[in-house]
């Protein structure tokens, strides 16, 4: 299985009857790692109200598991406790996402949570945090401010071979080439 850390949100459509579809970085992966077959939960902070309602629904129509969305009346940031609640409900996890900025002492909660797993942790933040450095398996790759759709894509895909046992070289390796990227010369 495979958990993505970060907050989903619901963007609405122009169009009336048109239910809005999942968006942020996290429900993004959590969605292409679903699409490429693996078992996605994602942990993540919700209103407690009816968008809150709109993104469990959203969630599932993809085939994303929501046991470790927290729901509040007011904050929707998550912080450490959020994250080692969370994640005390998820025991069975090959790999961890972290998809949005987290502070530091919320990333060793979730550096401690992979090694304590034997997890894969993918650090798919960009600029705002500092990736842990106390993981065993630790890919690091830096989020683009424009074209999220394709790294999403990428990353989804990278953590479902991982999830799926692929070593990790060749999963990256066929995440690039399945999402449309391509290496610099030298990489």
């Known amino acids: 299985m495979i958990v993505v850390i970060g907050n989903p949100r619901i963007e609405t459509s122009q169009k009336a009857d048109e239910p809005g579809r999942l968006a942020g970085a996290a429900a993004a992966i959590a969605t292409s790692s679903a699409a490429n077959g693996a078992a996605v939960q994602l942990v993540g902070k919700i209103r407690d109200d009816g968008s809150g309602d709109e993104v ?3 969630l599932g129509r993809v085939g994303i598991g929501h046991a470790a969305i927290l729901r509040d009346s007011g904050a929707t940031t998550l912080d450490t406790g959020d994250i080692e609640l969370a994640l005390s409900y998820l025991t069975d996890f090959r790999v961890i996402v972290a998809a949005e900025p987290i502070d530091p ?6 550096a401690d ?3 304590y797993a034997g997890a894969h942790l993918i650090w798919a933040v960009g600029k705002g945090s500092e990736p842990p450095r106390s993981t065993d398996a630790l890919t690091v790759l830096d989020a683009p ?4 759709g394709a790294f999403a894509k990428l990353v989804g895909s990278y953590a479902a071979g991982l999830d799926a046992g692929v070593p990790a070289e060749r999963a990256f390796r066929e995440a690039v080439r399945d999402s449309g990227w ?3 010369p030298g990489d």
């Open 105 to 110: 002492d919320a990333a060793k909660v979730v």
């Open 113 to 115: 949570a992979a090694s």
């Open 145 to 148: 401010k424009e074209g999220g």
């Open 56 to 58: 469990v629904l959203a």
């Open 182 to 184: 391509e290496t610099a």
